[in-house]
């Protein structure tokens, strides 16, 4: 009860919301400073979200990346360790789970499931050696994990144009149908937006996120090595295997969405000349949620309903989709400053505070 007042808490609702009002007011400025209409072009972002069946979904599968890689950030960052790996772990899901639907031919019960799980594992374990080397060698995981992601970038472009690229492509063969997780009847029911079982993972994925470091005697231990390692290691704990632990998960995380990318959006992977970015989007998206798993579905389905709005500002208002970085720019800076946020709110509390203390005393 304790830990859902601390994520229902009227404070941890507020200062955001008024980070993101502070941060639309900072996009509308920098609109009529470029010469640009502010109204016209937030009603065009609306539009453009909830204009019609296909773009509600599509805002709805640009969402989902990001919840993945928002919890696996913020997973580690609740451990104590900053996991600024996740693009790479992004990307090696993607290869797991392509490797599996491009060479194995098995029956849909077999083959989507398989795939999952090995794209799952790839990211586990590409995050585990960042762990491992924080571990056993006192790395620090910034600078490992940050060289990893380029590693695991130049590594899955290798397989891909090496083992599974489809003739004169530069991609990689198709996915077999029997590894895709799309959901047809829902896609073909919102115009044929790219519908897929991963969404629904992801909402499993927040849950799992929260069962896991508050429910279980294994998140406990991982957000006290988190919060004090000696203490831990006084206590008994094994930290340098909590370490290990705990950026496996955050990295399967990661992988699981990039897994879903492939076997449920694209059905196959291209061979690019630089990451999609949800990894780096994920930081934000742990910082806007303050890591917390509610936070974090809410800071995606925000980040992420900007982001594809942005096209409905471009062509629906002439605003050129910079303006609504910084407005993502905005909102994360004033939720990263709370004391800036509070300095905003404190007249208000302070007379909201003054009007209860003058209707209890002529109560009295």
């Given at each position: 009860?304790?830990?859902?007042?601390?994520?229902?808490?009227?404070?941890?609702?507020?200062?955001?919301?008024?980070a993101i009002i502070l941060g639309l007011i900072c996009g509308a400025l920098a609109m009529l400073a470029g010469g640009y209409d502010p109204w016209m072009a937030y009603t065009a972002l609306v539009k453009k979200l909830f204009g019609s069946p296909y773009d509600i979904g599509e805002a709805i599968r640009a969402i989902t990346p990001l919840i993945f890689t928002g919890i696996s950030v913020a997973f580690a960052f609740r451990t104590g360790l900053f996991n600024i790996g996740a693009d790479g772990q992004f990307l090696m899901g993607m290869t797991g789970a392509t490797i599996i639907g491009v060479t194995l031919d098995l029956p849909w019960y077999i083959h989507a499931p398989l795939a999952i799980i090995v794209g799952g594992l790839f990211g586990g374990l590409w995050a585990a050696l960042a762990g491992y080397l924080k571990a056993a060698r006192g790395v620090n995981e910034v600078i490992?994990?940050?060289?990893?992601?380029?590693?695991?970038l130049f590594l899955s472009n290798y397989i891909v144009g090496t083992y599974l690229v489809m003739e004169g492509q530069q991609k990689s063969k198709p996915v077999h149908e029997s590894a895709l997780v799309s959901i047809k009847w829902l896609s073909e029911s919102m115009g044929n937006a790219r519908m897929h079982w991963g969404t629904l993972f992801a909402i499993i994925g927040v849950i799992v996120f929260y069962v896991i470091l508050w429910r279980t005697k294994k998140g406990y231990e991982l957000r006290a090595v988190g919060l004090n390692p000696n203490a831990a290691l006084y206590a008994g704990m094994n930290v340098n295997r909590t370490i290990i632990t705990s950026m496996f998960i955050s990295g399967v995380f990661a992988g699981l969405g990039g897994v879903f990318e492939i076997l449920g959006v694209f059905g196959y992977q291209t061979v690019m000349a630089a990451s999609w970015g949800y990894g780096f989007d994920g930081i934000a998206v742990a910082l806007l949620g303050g890591n917390t798993?509610?936070?974090?579905?809410?800071?995606?389905?925000?980040?992420?309903?900007?982001?594809?709005?942005?096209?409905?500002?471009?062509?629906?208002?002439?605003?050129?989709?910079?303006?609504?970085?910084?407005?993502?720019?905005?909102?994360?800076?004033?939720?990263?400053?709370?004391?800036?946020?509070?300095?905003?709110?404190?007249?208000?509390?302070?007379?909201r505070s003054n009007k209860g203390k003058s209707e209890g005393g002529s109560a009295l």
């Open positions: 009860m304790n830990t859902m007042r601390k994520i229902f808490d009227k404070s941890s609702f507020l200062v955001p919301l008024v490992s994990s940050i060289m990893l992601n380029w590693i695991a798993p509610i936070g974090v579905f809410l800071g995606a389905v925000l980040f992420g309903g900007l982001s594809y709005g942005s096209a409905g500002m471009s062509f629906g208002a002439n605003v050129p989709p910079e303006i609504v970085r910084i407005v993502i720019g905005s909102i994360i800076f004033f939720v990263a400053s709370h004391g800036l946020v509070k300095f905003f709110l404190k007249p208000f509390m302070a007379r």
